[in-house]
């Protein structure tokens, strides 16, 4: 019975339907964690907008819609109001993009030779978290969570995270076309551009399956307080991007460039979330910075605590 089941849902829901069965426990994970972390030393204020009890939650609803679309079209506008800090640590990011695609060949050969040494259980969790179905219900379940509880955190991080996918998802999906780099899958070197090309083996840059987790990762660290916690979420959210790495399906400038993209997006509209909710996210926690390090001998990002 159980199989004729899962043939009738892959018809009405696609092939992905086992996967995203699977990750269920995964999203009741993360869902139990947002709920979970009010339990813990606020990070933010706790006032409750007393209007939401008497809204219905179509109002609500309504109010939330407009803020993602608001929020997403806020997020491809800031270039347009930076400053000269904004654009400095921009250049630096372009730079540590460029200098990572200098070495993408042997990054490549590097990780794809070590493919084999990764468990099924990881590679699939890297493949399947990525995928915008499992963000989108992710996302999706958060945020009506939230909204049908009347629980202001849930809803606003539930709108953090829908506007925030929504903005990277699109993103990638234009700069993927236009720059039509080659995928390492492909034989083709890193130098190989063919713009516009309809073939997947094209659409190397960025990583849609490391923007998109790396995005839900980075709002889903925002909750926490703890160093440790948020430490053990980005490791989380990192993965996804290394099985891209390890199956050749993007270069590391590619995945490099993408959790950039990420956490640029995330501020900005949490940003302007703050204008239209009463929650906000680490507004006393100032201990975590992201810094590109350059220095003899080393490149990366940098986290400061």
Not at 45 to 52: I, K, M, P
Not at 56 to 74: A, E, I, P, R, S
């Amino acid at each position: 019975m159980h199989k004729r089941y899962y043939k009738i849902m892959d018809k009405l829901l696609g092939q992905n339907f086992r996967k995203i069965i699977k990750m269920i426990p995964i999203l009741l994970f993360f869902l139990v964690g947002l709920v979970s972390a009010q339990g813990q030393s606020p990070v933010y204020s706790q006032t409750q907008n007393t209007s939401d009890i008497t809204q219905t939650n179509w109002q609500l609803f309504k109010y939330d819609v407009g803020n993602m679309l608001k929020g997403v079209g806020y997020s491809y506008t800031r270039p347009l109001h930076w400053k000269g800090k904004q654009w400095g640590t921009f250049g630096g990011i372009l730079g540590g993009t460029g200098a990572l695609y200098l070495f993408d060949d042997e990054s490549s050969e590097f990780f794809r030779n070590r493919s084999e040494d990764i468990s099924e259980t990881i590679n699939n969790f890297g493949e399947n978290w990525g995928s915008p179905q499992n963000i989108y219900l992710l996302n999706g379940g958060v945020y009506f969570t939230g909204l049908f509880t009347k629980n202001e955190k849930l809803r606003r991080t539930g709108v953090l995270l829908l506007s925030s996918a929504t903005a990277t998802g699109l993103l990638q999906q234009l700069t993927k076309s236009l720059v039509g780099r080659a995928r390492p899958v492909s034989g083709k070197s890193k130098d190989t551009f063919d713009p516009f090309n309809s073939n997947r083996n094209f659409h190397s840059f960025p990583s849609g399956h490391a923007m998109m987790a790396f995005t839900t990762a980075h709002v889903v660290a925002k909750q926490f307080k703890s160093i440790w916690v948020k430490s053990g979420i980005y490791a989380v959210g990192f993965i996804p991007g290394a099985q891209r790495l390890w199956d050749g399906q993007h270069w590391l400038s590619d995945v490099a460039f993408s959790l950039a993209i990420s956490i640029f997006t995330v501020e900005a509209i949490d940003r302007y979330l703050n204008t239209k909710y009463d929650e906000k996210y680490n507004q006393q926690d100032k201990k975590l910075s992201w810094d590109l390090n350059f220095s003899p001998g080393q490149l990366g990002v940098v986290v400061r605590f």
